[in-house]
């Protein structure tokens, strides 16, 4: 999983607060609520296209998602968990060949309970009954792509109109 960073324009701040004529507490304001607002934006759209692109349903993914904002919330970071889901939380279904789970086809593998009497999809590692591996899908590729090629084009122009309609928010509530 890659880091990536937005970075945004302080010029680009001040000429919207320059058409509201607005005062450095109104700035302030608006600018907190505007990355609150984008980080939880943010947030969904990536569970949506993750959702998208692996056929996993939205309420397994979102339990993955994460957003912290620091100290005076002008800072946010928005986290996933990438990392691999087992194969019993997608509905899995037992079929001639196999177990399927959403979009993730797994030949030769079955579904039974563990020893705490919970579903689990395995396959045998050799041709001897045991050991058994648990399935896993794997995530981490499709969340790297929804980033890059879905929310971080979309978030600077997104950002910019939230702190525009919470400027003029601020400015009129006055």
């Known amino acids: 999983m890659s880091k990536q960073y937005m970075?945004?324009?302080?010029?680009?701040?001040?000429?919207?607060?320059r058409d509201f004529a607005a005062?450095?507490?109104?700035?302030?304001?608006?600018?907190?609520?505007?990355?609150?607002?984008?980080?939880?934006?943010?947030?969904?759209?990536?569970?949506?296209?993750?959702?998208?692109?692996t056929g996993i349903q939205q309420k397994?993914?979102?339990?993955?998602?994460?957003?912290?904002?620091?100290?005076?919330?002008m800072t946010a970071r928005v986290f996933f968990g990438a990392s691999a889901i087992p194969l019993a939380g997608l509905n899995p279904r037992q079929t001639a060949t196999g177990v399927v789970a959403g979009k993730v086809e797994r030949r030769?593998?079955?579904?039974?309970?563990?020893?705490?009497?919970?579903?689990?999809?395995?396959r045998r590692v050799s041709r001897e009954r045991?050991?058994?591996?648990?399935?896993f899908a794997h995530i981490d590729k499709?969340?790297?792509f929804a980033v890059l090629n879905e929310v971080l084009?979309?978030?600077?122009s997104r950002f910019y109109?939230?702190?525009?309609?919470?400027?003029?928010w601020e400015t009129r509530k006055k």
């Open 142 to 144: 499709e969340v790297d």
């Open 108 to 122: 030769r593998a079955f579904i039974a309970n563990n020893k705490a009497d919970e579903r689990q999809v395995y």
């Open 161 to 168: 109109r939230i702190f525009e309609q919470e400027l003029r």
């Open 7 to 17: 970075q945004i324009s302080l010029a680009q701040i001040e000429a919207i607060a």
């Open 23 to 53: 005062t450095q507490k109104d700035i302030e304001a608006a600018a907190r609520r505007a990355v609150s607002k984008t980080s939880r934006w943010c947030g969904g759209l990536l569970v949506r296209m993750v959702a998208r692109e």
């Open 60 to 73: 397994t993914l979102r339990p993955r998602l994460r957003i912290y904002t620091r100290g005076n919330h």
């Open 153 to 156: 084009p979309l978030l600077e």
């Open 130 to 135: 045991q050991p058994l591996a648990i399935q």
